[in-house]
């Protein structure tokens, strides 16, 4: 239960950190129905996509020593957040590596970068008292 509320926590502020941006380069607040599309198409990519990201980071958690910094886990929390960035650009554009380019990606790519950087956090967070005991 601990990690799908973590999972809300970190994909919450990543919709935070994506509104942010696009009031900052773009000056757009969006409507409370696309707030309602985006949010709800974000979360369920999230979720999926937890399949795949959830494993990587536990297992790097594990590896970690408690003394060590927690940059390269943060660091790899926000790269393995490729892949629900690639769901969502799927399913509003289709499948090509050129959609990486459109403006929406980087949009993106901030609302999921954040979202595995504060999850990566988390775990690491939770993982530093068990190796003290």
Same mark, same amino acid.
């Given at each position: ?55 990587? &980071? ?41 959609? &990486? ?33």
């Amino acid at each position: 239960m601990r990690t799908v509320v973590w999972l809300l926590i970190s994909w919450a502020v990543g919709l935070a950190a994506y509104g942010g941006a696009l009031v900052a380069l773009r000056g757009e607040v969006l409507s409370l129905d696309n707030w309602t599309l985006v949010g709800s198409v974000t979360l369920v990519a999230w979720f999926v996509s937890s399949i795949v990201i959830l494993p990587i &980071l536990r297992l790097l958690v594990s590896r970690r020593s408690p003394d060590r910094r927690r940059g390269g886990l943060a660091l790899v929390g926000a790269v393995v957040a490729i892949v629900p960035l690639w769901l969502n650009l799927n399913f509003w554009y289709g499948w090509n590596p050129r959609h &990486l380019l459109i403006g929406e990606a980087g949009f993106l790519g901030v609302h999921y970068a954040t979202s595995g950087l504060v999850l990566s956090l988390l775990l690491a967070r939770q993982a530093a008292p068990q190796a003290k005991d």
